[in-house]
């Protein structure tokens, strides 16, 4: 039997990405088997300050995201530590997102149709960039005739991979601009792994009708494999953007405007 070991690293849309992968390399005969270890030691040195909860919640996270019966969750310090990008060169794959299956089986949160907003910015603008831009894109939202739900953390937790990126959550400006948004953000970064408030925030992606972000990682791939719709801004696809994926700031902005406005008249 042909079995793939593979320590993975740390990240919900991350290990999404990883899912997608093996499913291509079980596909192809490539591999019987896939065995699944998380990377600890990355996650540690990232993640310095988060608690063991955080990283225990990782177990049922993964029995969620790798429900193929040939890919096993497992825990091991031997294997090899192998990036979404060793796969992709090794193997010859390409990403091609698409919804999960398991996340268009969860329940719908809402009974009516809205939009949502990401608090975390990572990596797309900083601080005095998303000054700059603040007063038109609250204008916009502002001009929402939908609920607009926020979704993220309310305080980034500070960890050692924060000081290597613009990190900063924007949530205390949406509730001083958009005070009748509908709250199901969580705490802080530390509780991204629970698993029930998670299944809750990717059923609520999959039924809104617009997702808006300004993030690299996270919430920027969390939409393709939740939701058709979106206008995010990120610097992650600076080649071949999937649809409604921005790199540019003021393109960014034109599209929210026209998706808020084409919401606004469905």
């Known amino acids: 039997m042909n079995i793939l070991q593979i320590n993975i690293y740390f990240g919900i849309s991350i290990l999404m990405k990883y899912n997608l992968i093996f499913h291509k390399l079980l596909a192809n005969g490539q591999f019987d088997e896939i065995h699944v270890s998380l990377a600890l030691d990355v996650l540690k ?44 060169q090794t193997y010859s794959i390409s990403m091609e997102y698409s919804i999960l299956p398991q996340v268009k089986e ?10 949502t907003l990401s608090t975390k910015v990572l990596n797309a603008l900083s601080y005095s960039e998303y000054q700059m831009i603040k007063p038109m894109l609250f204008s916009t939202l502002s001009g929402l005739t939908i609920p607009l739900v926020i979704l993220g953390e309310r305080e980034v937790t500070p960890c050692y991979e924060y000081t290597l990126h613009t990190t900063y959550s924007i949530y205390n400006d949406i509730k001083e601009h ?12 530390e509780a991204t792994t629970e698993l029930e408030p998670l299944l809750k925030s990717l059923s609520i992606l999959h039924n809104s009708k617009l997702n808006i972000f300004m993030s690299s990682g996270g919430i920027s791939v969390l939409t393709l494999f939740t939701s058709e719709s979106r206008v995010g801004l990120t610097p992650d696809f600076k080649e071949n953007p999937p649809r409604g994926i921005y790199t540019d700031t003021f393109s960014f902005l034109d599209a929210l405007y026209t998706a808020v406005t084409t919401v606004n008249n469905s």
């Open 45 to 88: 040195k990232y993640r310095d300050t988060f608690s063991d909860t955080y990283t225990n919640n990782y177990h049922d996270i993964m029995k969620f995201i790798f429900i193929h019966p040939a890919i096993k969750v497992v825990q091991s310090n031997t294997f090899p530590n192998l990036t979404i990008n060793d796969l992709l």
């Open 106 to 115: 969860l329940s719908p949160v809402f009974p009516f149709n809205y939009v």
């Open 178 to 189: 958009l005070p009748v948004a509908i709250d199901r953000t969580i705490a802080s970064t």
